[in-house]
Structures are given as C-alpha cells and as structure tokens.
C-alpha cells in the first residue's frame, strides 16, 4: 500500500502547497503508468484485489468420465472431491515522506518532484524485488523466504516447495510429480522440458492439457543469446540445410533484471510458465 497525503495550510487560499499539489500529483500518475508497463508482475503472478484479512484458494478433483453401459443401463454416479487448499494471509504495506516548509520556500517545483519521484520508484521496485525474491527462494527449494524483516512462503498448496520433484496427487501419496528440472539450456533440454510438462496430471490421472509458453531468465548476456537463438528463428542456422525450428514462435522470453544472475553459484537455465496461468 503506498499513500502520499498533500496538505494546504489552514485559510491560506493559493498557496505554495496549492500550486504544486496538482502538477506534482500528475507526474507521480505518470510515473506510477510507466512502471507498471514494464513491469513483470502481472506476467508472473496471479493479482487480484481484496479487501479481507485472508482468503482461501482451493480446488477440486476432476470427474472419472463416462462409462459405457449398453441399452437401457442405469447412469453412473460420478463425483468430484476437495483438492489441495491453500490459506493466503494478506499483508499491508507502508511507507511515507513528508516535504518541510522549508524546502517548499527555498525549491522550485522541479525539485520538489525529487521525492515523490523517488518515492513512487520505490514502491514499484519493492513489488519487483519482492517477486523475484520468491522466484529465486522456491527455485533454491526454500519452503519460506525472509524479506523486509517479514517471512513469507514459497509454497504450493500442497506445502511443499512451489517446484518440487515430488508433489503427490490428494488421492494417491504415491503418485509424485516433478515440476522441477535442471540442465543446461538447449533446444533439446528445452522441447523436452516442454514434453514433461505437457504430461502434466491432476489428481485422478487425467492429462491437465498444459501448454508452456513462456521462458522467464535473467540478465545474462550469454543466456539471452541461446534462448533467443532457441526459440526466435524460424530456420536451424546450426544445419547445413537450415531445417525448420519448430520452437520459432511458440515462447515469449521474459528478461527479468531484478532475478538473481546466479542461484545456487549457477546461472539458472530457464523457468517456464503456463498458458493457463499456473506458474511451474
């Protein structure tokens, strides 16, 4: 939450205060529109706005399907059951400044725009640092990152690790899948990435439909270089025939500045993110 208060002196009609309130208001606007264009977040994360201490965001197995049953045969029950269930906590954020009589008197307008301007730029690279803060945390395997002072999880609903090689199905604890994978970057480690998670099932062994479409790296000169290379030519410049690459088109690569260039003393490969929205 970022709020900035203006303030006129009591039963002083046009003052300094007056006159700055409106053009100082209008470049923090303008500045809080172009931050929020370049920034990741809304790729990245599911934002939504709330007005409660917390909410509750669970989900439901599917249906087992149709069966056959011949002529006149009676209509199977199906059913659908409670799935994994997550409790989200909201936190408030604050921050403040305040411009002194004195630096009113003695500054131009440009200048008093110094700290709204810094003020403003603070606010947008705090949400930027807190979300590649809980990237990075879940990619090292952290279950909870300390940021600001505060704990946060990095979670899923099932309370392991947002990437995890073993999240178990609510219906079978022995039916594990892996949303975690390392290796070098590669057209071949990337369409096999890419197949692994388009295997994807939900808890009764149905196939989720995943479509991967983003790759999310840092900004890593040489990495930039072998995704772009990977997915943004529609010919293979690596053969001798240039054959189709059939990656060409299918990604969006988001360079993200405030992600760690290394985790775990490597650099980190790749993430993907799906089509639907739920980050892998």
Not at 17 to 31: L, S, T, V
Not at 218 to 223: A, T
């Amino acid at each position: 939450m970022a709020g900035i208060s203006f303030t006129e002196g009591s039963g002083v009609n046009d003052s300094v205060f007056g006159k700055c309130q409106a053009p100082i208001r209008m470049f923090i606007e303008k500045r809080g529109e172009a931050f929020e264009q370049m920034s990741m977040l809304k790729h990245l994360f599911d934002i939504n706005d709330s007005r409660h201490f917390g909410e509750t965001i669970g989900s439901m197995t599917a249906m087992k399907g149709f069966q056959p049953v011949g002529e006149n045969g009676e209509y199977p029950v199906d059913y659908m059951q409670e799935g994994y269930k997550k409790v989200l906590i909201n936190m408030t954020w604050k921050d403040s400044f305040s411009l002194s009589r004195e630096i009113i008197d003695d500054a131009t307008v440009m200048d008093l725009r110094r700290q709204p301007e810094a003020f403003t730029a603070g606010y947008y690279r705090t949400r930027e640092r807190f979300g590649a803060a809980l990237y990075a945390n879940a990619m090292l395997g952290n279950t909870a990152m300390t940021f600001r002072g505060k704990t946060f999880p990095t979670t899923a609903a099932d309370e392991l690790c947002l990437f995890s090689k073993s999240h178990p199905s609510i219906l079978d604890a022995k039916f594990l899948q892996s949303n975690q994978f390392a290796d070098e970057f590669s057209e071949d480690a990337l369409a096999a990435m890419e197949s692994a998670m388009q295997g994807f099932k939900g808890d009764t062994g149905e196939v989720l439909d995943v479509h991967p479409d983003t790759i999310l790296i840092p900004n890593v000169g040489e990495l930039k270089r072998a995704v772009l290379a990977a997915v943004g030519s529609e010919l293979d410049p690596e053969t001798s025939n240039n054959a189709i690459n059939f990656q060409a088109g299918l990604w969006n690569v988001l360079v993200w500045n405030y992600l760690p260039k290394t985790i775990g003393g490597k650099i980190k490969r790749k993430m993907i993110r799906n089509a639907d929205g739920v980050t892998d």
